[in-house]
């Protein structure tokens, strides 16, 4: 997989080993598909770190480690670290700073005789430009996602429930190809719907409700995420205008996004269609990430973000407005970045849908 661009990344900065924990850097690195998983990469060999739940697939799905199982009695991942450590006479380690808990830090402090580097976003960085098989899986994972809202659509009508709604969409996306595990989607109504991360429950969809749906799915651990918002029934005029603005800052968002643009930017430029109306103050500081093996990456579109985005990556545009007691409206996309602008893997129409 991807053990010769981190093993670069150690020799540039004179590191003997990278232990690496957080599940989709382990994927990413390795290949491999399951949990309880480490990594110890060094220039003489890859330890695989699990217990024996996962030892049997990974030996099939990563022949060129060597499977060490760390869970005996009385015994901690730090001890196999140690271990290893002493056996290949590393000098230090880098670990994942941003991930590894204060109680394994210190267990690898006491355990680990060698000098401990914290790193924080290094293999983070290297994910953020995408292999043509990456970039794949993605559009297929939207094609799924775009199918599966088209064959909910028919039931989304009053009575049923937001769960009920929910559930019924991660079995379509299983249903049209996806990986057996959707993330949790976020499917709300009404009043909800300014709820930017709102949970579905028993509430039922009412006629004249905001049907908001921020959903995704994997192919191959490889991520979607997109947003719509319908009304059931007739829109109202308030609707229809906040609605328009929406569009508006998706599409003027999405439409200077480009390779060497910062998430600062494509930010700013999702304000100006609601610089000059009552809704300025309504919207999110941040209005899209890049995505992968992990739902939110980086670069952020957001006003602090000043990373150039390089071409190859895949990330999100979706601004929205959200106004306490009333609703929000939220229109997202998946968009691949080229040279000179980008790859919309969303074909899902932005129009106001009443339902």
């Known amino acids: 997989m991807n053990e010769k ?53 990974a030996g099939l ?13 009385g015994k901690t991942k730090g001890d196999m670290v140690g271990t290893l450590v002493t056996e290949k006479k590393l000098s230090n380690v880098a670990f994942e700073s941003d991930f590894l808990s204060y109680a394994d830090f210190l267990t690898f402090q006491e355990k680990v005789p060698t000098t401990l580097v ?42 049923i429930t937001e769960k009920e709604l929910a559930a019924t969409l991660s079995l379509y996306m299983v249903q049209e ?33 905001l049907v908001l ?7 191959n651990g490889y991520m979607s995420d997109m947003t719509r918002t319908f009304v059931v029934g007739k829109a109202t005029e308030k609707q229809k205008e906040v609605y328009a603005l929406c569009k508006q800052m998706t599409e003027e968002s999405t439409e200077i996004t480009k390779a060497g643009i910062t998430g600062k930017e494509i930010y700013l430029k999702s304000l100006e269609a609601i610089q000059d109306t009552p809704y300025m103050g309504y919207q999110y500081n941040n209005i899209g990430h890049g995505i992968g093996l992990f739902v939110h990456e980086g670069p952020f579109d957001s006003i602090t973000d000043t990373t150039p985005i390089p071409a190859g990556n895949v990330r999100t545009i979706e601004p929205g407005i959200y106004i306490p007691q009333w609703g929000g409206i939220r229109i997202e996309d998946q968009l691949l970045v080229t040279e000179d602008g980008y790859e919309n893997m969303v074909r899902f129409t932005h129009d106001l849908i009443e339902l």
């Open 5 to 57: 661009k981190l093993l670069t990344y150690m020799k540039e900065h004179s590191i003997d080993a990278f232990y690496v924990a957080k599940k989709e850097n382990v994927r990413f690195i390795s290949g491999y598909t399951g949990d309880d998983s480490s990594l110890l990469i060094t220039e003489n060999g890859y330890f695989f770190l699990t217990d024996p739940r996962y030892t049997e697939q």
């Open 61 to 73: 799905e990563c022949p060129e480690y060597v499977i060490k199982n760390w869970r005996t009695p």
């Open 118 to 159: 914290p790193c924080s976003g290094v293999i983070e960085e290297m994910r953020q430009v995408k292999t043509e098989e990456e970039i794949q899986y993605m559009r297929d994972a939207c094609e799924i996602s775009c199918r599966a809202l088209e064959r909910l659509m028919p039931l989304i009508k009053p009575g």
């Open 177 to 209: 190809g996806a990986d057996t595990m959707p993330y949790g989607n976020i499917l709300i109504s009404g009043a909800k719907t300014s709820l930017l991360h709102g949970i579905p429950s028993e509430k039922a969809i009412k006629y004249g409700d």
């Open 213 to 219: 749906m921020d959903f995704g799915c994997q192919v």
